[in-house]
């Protein structure tokens, strides 16, 4: 399995990013997809999900900013972020479950200039 995520960068606060997150080696319309955060010195912590049947869910702090979609056809998972603010800076991490195990992208950095 294979995560490859990409898309990051440095914008100002209120600004707009998209990453997105190429997966291999599984049957990628069959898993839920999530993408995480961390920011330095806190834990990872979740940001949004998508199901296989396209239910989203989203932690309370991007709620309304941020929107999270799938491709199944070219196995992308892909995170809008608008309206970015400083507290959005963090790397930023794909992740599959499959096979009993959690599979990481190597993820990429978001920072928000106020």
């Known amino acids: 399995v294979q995560l490859q995520a990409y898309g990051g960068g440095l914008v100002q606060a209120g600004g707009s990013l998209r990453l997105s997150c190429h997966a291999s080696?599984?049957?990628?319309?069959?898993?839920?997809l999530e993408w995480y955060r961390q920011a330095p010195g806190k834990q990872r912590e979740s940001v949004a999900s998508?199901?296989?049947?396209?239910?989203?869910d989203y932690a309370d702090s991007v709620k309304g900013r941020f929107g999270i979609s799938r491709d199944n056809v070219r196995r992308t998972v892909t995170l809008q972020m608008n309206s970015l603010n400083p507290e959005d800076t963090a790397v930023y991490y794909c992740?599959?479950?499959?096979?009993?195990?959690?599979?990481w992208g190597r993820g990429t950095q978001v920072t928000v200039s106020s």
């Open positions: 992740k599959v479950t499959t096979r009993g195990r959690d599979f």
């Open positions: 080696g599984i049957n990628f319309g069959l898993h839920l």
């Open positions: 998508i199901s296989s049947g396209g239910s989203t």
